[in-house]
């Protein structure tokens, strides 16, 4: 049988990701929250404190679950992720795609939880990279990393805002092949 709470905190999480396609979350009152979720006040405010402490726990499940997806992927003999490490990102995306868009096009005037997810990534990225190429000073392969990361993130959001026309598979080949062609991907 499932858990009440869980499904009361995915009601009010799934309506506050619905209601923030379209407004900001400084527009969204606790009242109009419970409205839409149809749970009362005191029911919402039994397992948060506020509109902005629902955000944090949407941000940090996906966070978890974004951590726990890149700590399983590593490098192939070549020295490149492999093939499924970008089928797997996006369908990771594409099952999160209602989160992922509203905070992608959600503006904070401070994003921690973009930082904090870039900077997971940048964690494993660094790991794997400064292992396939030992002479490369760290600095550089940062500098790697946050081009690529943010391309990644404008891929993202361009992908999800035009509906995701392409499929998973078709869009991560050309993440793959930009992130490692550069460049040479439009020749």
């Known amino acids: 049988m499932p858990n009440t709470k869980n499904k009361t905190t995915d009601k009010i999480q799934q309506c506050l990701t619905d209601m923030l396609q379209s407004c900001s979350i400084e527009d969204i009152t606790a009242t109009e929250l419970c409205n839409r979720a149809n749970v009362n006040r005191a029911t919402f405010y039994y397992h948060y404190d506020s509109v902005q402490d ?18 399983q992927y590593d490098i192939d003999s070549n020295g490149l992720p492999e093939k499924s490490f970008y089928v797997s990102f996006f369908e990771f995306v594409a099952r999160n795609a209602g989160v992922c868009r509203m905070l992608l096009n959600t503006q904070r005037p401070s994003d921690e939880f973009m930082a904090r997810v870039i900077e997971a990534g940048r964690t494993k ?13 760290a600095a550089k392969i940062d500098y790697y990393y946050i081009f690529v990361a943010n391309g990644f993130l404008g891929l993202l959001g361009y992908w999800l805002n035009s509906g995701m026309k392409e499929s998973v598979n078709v869009i991560a080949e050309i993440g793959e092949r930009i992130s490692t062609m550069g460049v040479a991907y439009l020749a």
Not at 56 to 71: C, D, H, N, R, Y
Not at 127 to 134: A, E, K, T
């Open 54 to 71: 629902v955000l944090a726990a949407i941000e940090a499940k996906l966070e978890s679950e974004f951590v726990q997806w890149m700590s």
């Open 125 to 137: 990225v660094v790991s794997i990279m400064s292992r396939y190429f030992p002479q490369c000073p």
